[in-house]
């Protein structure tokens, strides 16, 4: 089967730095998406990593490295409204399998 | 800004009962999808549509799923005979060539 491990819930404060790791087990793999979604609202895209290495876009980057099967969001400079689930996805073709998503909740 | 759009936002239906959930993508989107999520849960992925057939589908989009693209801007999933666990919220989502999927805001369907 297809998993994807994130950790459920993170807490940082308010201008610090925080990591979301996931990692994942595929039957195939094309590329790995992270998505934010505030409570109640639509998964809205943040990044895609297809190859090894950093992505960076504003305050968001992200990583990959396929041969460990793993990658990571990072968010600098946080602020009260990166308060949401994160999920990482993996893209195989045309479909996707997402993770069960970390909750980050910034405090100030 | 382009946005995908959906309706209804809410729908309640009886257990056996037909549903159709529909989406406009952004119009000059070429990919489209539908997922699902409970409430709580992970988003999970139904299927793809490119050049009007399905690219992709999972394990959960058996026979009583089938989607449409009844003209040039709708994009439609119907649930033939719902159950109870079909309770969630389905997303439609398109995206043109490049990776970004844009999501539309959901319909939150409750079977009873």
């Known amino acids: 089967g297809q998993s994807l491990e994130q950790p459920s819930e993170v807490t940082a404060v308010e201008g610090a730095i925080v990591q979301i790791n996931c990692t994942y087990q595929t039957s195939g793999f094309y590329g790995l998406s992270w998505y934010q979604q505030h409570d109640g609202g639509a998964p809205t895209f943040l990044s895609y990593?297809?190859?090894?290495g950093l992505e960076e876009t504003g305050r968001f980057s992200s990583f990959l490295s396929r041969s460990d099967s793993y990658g990571y969001l990072l968010l600098q400079e946080l602020q009260m409204k990166d308060s949401a689930s994160y999920f990482c996805?993996?893209?195989?073709?045309?479909?996707?399998?997402f993770g069960s998503g970390t909750k980050l909740n910034v405090k100030p | 800004e382009p946005e995908v759009t959906q309706t209804p936002s809410h729908q309640v239906t009886q257990m056996g009962q037909e549903v159709i959930l529909r989406c406009v993508p952004i119009s000059n989107h070429l990919y489209f999808y539908w997922y699902r999520q409970i409430l709580g849960q992970k988003v999970e992925f139904l299927v793809s549509?490119?050049?009007?057939?399905?690219?992709?589908k999972s394990e959960i989009f058996d026979d009583q799923f089938s989607v449409e693209r009844p003209d040039g801007s709708n994009f439609t999933l119907k649930i033939r005979s719902t159950k109870l666990e079909d309770s969630a919220m389905y997303f439609c989502?398109?995206?043109?060539?490049?990776?970004?999927?844009?999501f539309g805001p959901g319909t939150r369907l409750l079977v009873l």
């Open positions: 989502a398109s995206k043109s060539g490049v990776e970004t999927q844009y």
């Open positions: 996805a993996v893209r195989d073709i045309d479909k996707f399998y």
């Open positions: 990593n297809a190859l090894d």
């Open positions: 549509f490119y050049n009007n057939e399905i690219s992709e």
